[in-house]
């Protein structure tokens, strides 16, 4: 049975199209290969801000299971331990879930503390599971934080213009 769509809805993704989020999420994850020399490890998680940015701005681009085979995939190329993001990105999806069932209607404002909060999330239970208690790294991890927050309007545009919603200027 074909299913009717009205004037206002979008064309069904196919093709090579569908498999553009997930591609740069992992794309997003392998940058923490590229040979960065820092005195302080200050990079930011790229895979989880890509993987936020398609949540927030194109909400049916990733099924909610997403999030286990993405965060497998960047436990194994960052070295945390494993099931560290595929527990922590997965936890951050049912909580933007959670967020889209109780608000009607967000605004990019709204999104980008959401991301800031998962961001935080993520990186301070990371921290909690990946390093002892006694390391002192509390103020680095705080700056990495803040650099994620505030380069998340840059996946969320990275991710609108993928999607091809959004023409670059």
Do not use: N
């Amino acid at each position: 049975m074909s299913q009717v769509r009205g004037p206002f809805d979008e064309a069904p993704v196919t093709g090579f199209q569908r498999f553009v989020p997930a591609l740069s999420v992992m794309v997003g994850s392998a940058v923490t290969l590229w040979p960065f020399i820092a005195t302080f490890p200050i990079l930011p998680p790229f895979g989880l801000l890509m993987l936020l940015g398609w949540r927030l701005t194109k909400p049916d681009s990733l099924r909610i299971w997403a999030p286990l085979p993405l965060g497998l995939f960047d436990d194994l190329i960052s070295g945390q331990p494993l099931g560290t993001a595929m527990l922590f990105w997965t936890l951050c999806f049912f909580m933007i879930e959670l967020i889209d069932q109780r608000i009607v209607y967000r605004d990019f404002w709204q999104d980008w503390l959401i991301a800031a909060g998962s961001v935080a999330f993520c990186l301070i239970l990371g921290r909690l599971v990946a390093a002892p208690l006694g390391a002192h790294v509390d103020t680095v991890l705080l700056l990495q934080i803040v650099i994620a927050t505030l380069l998340f309007p840059l996946a969320a545009r990275i991710c609108a213009m993928l999607a091809g919603d959004e023409e670059p200027e």
